[in-house]
């Protein structure tokens, strides 16, 4: 576990000392936000009554701003690798377990704070945060900033080049996060479009946060159940990677 935080420390300090990560993180989903709440306002069919687009849409952004901090904190390996300090960290007697979860920790803990920030902005759309939903929301996200972490770190692993790493966020962890049911409902859309939501795990994650925050009715339980479940399949599936690219990380 020395091991593990010490790089979860290493990825916090690595973020706080490039704050423009920042705006990348939150600027962009923020501007979704903005946008598409005022473009679809008055033609949006909420699934809960009364509900504006602008409040349905508020816990995906939060996911997507979570994804994107995955994505920058895995970009990291490809950089580690190329610098040379992931084999240095390879050749270490700690576990190989351990410097996942050292990674994976650190995305977690970037991902949650930054999304929990946007959180605070939901009552300028009407959502209204009380303490215990807030904190309720904080475990989600962090529960899914766990699991898309490592669903990153599988896919920086296998990576040379972050252009290449860019290439496959744009054609998978892109859809992935349209098919949540962050961006539209999964009640009106095509039966192919509804089914591929459901078997979606990410799309847990999301009612789970909705459920948290009181924008929608329901028990939490069987979505954080299933987020769990994706995140223990990422972490063992990184774990799995790691520990299969030794002989090519150390040429």
């Keep these: 576990m020395n091991a593990a935080l010490t790089l979860c420390e290493r990825e916090l300090v690595r973020f706080f000392r490039q704050p423009n990560r920042i705006v990348g993180a939150i600027g962009q989903p923020a501007i979704f936000w903005v946008l598409f709440g005022a473009a679809f306002r008055k033609s ?3 699934p809960v009554a009364g509900q504006t687009y602008q409040q349905f849409f508020l816990p995906g952004v939060a996911v997507l701003i979570v994804l994107f901090t995955a994505i920058f904190s895995t970009i990291s ?3 580690d690798r190329r610098d040379g300090f992931l084999q240095s960290v390879l050749v270490a007697p700690a576990p190989r377990w351990s410097m996942v979860l050292g990674k994976l920790l650190g995305g977690t803990v970037l991902a949650t704070l930054q999304a929990a920030l946007f959180l605070l902005l939901g009552p300028l759309a009407g959502v209204p945060l009380t303490p215990a939903g807030f904190l309720g929301a904080m475990g989600v996200l962090a529960a899914v900033g766990f699991a ?3 669903l990153g770190f599988c896919l920086a692993w ?3 080049s972050t252009q290449g790493f860019h290439a496959v966020m744009s054609v998978f962890l892109m859809p992935l996060w349209l098919l949540s049911g962050a961006f539209f409902p999964a009640e009106g859309a095509a ?4 089914w591929a939501i459901r078997l979606n795990p990410l799309s847990y994650g999301v009612t789970a946060l909705r459920v948290a925050l009181g924008m929608q009715p329901g028990s939490p339980a069987v979505p954080l159940l299933v987020t769990a479940l994706f995140a223990c399949l990422t972490f063992g599936g990184a774990c799995v990677f790691a520990r299969g690219r030794v002989a090519a990380d150390l040429r």
């Design 44 to 46: 949006f069919d909420a």
């Design 77 to 79: 390996i490809i950089e």
């Design 148 to 150: 898309l972490t490592g």
């Design 158 to 160: 296998r990576m040379d």
């Design 191 to 194: 039966s192919w479009l509804s």
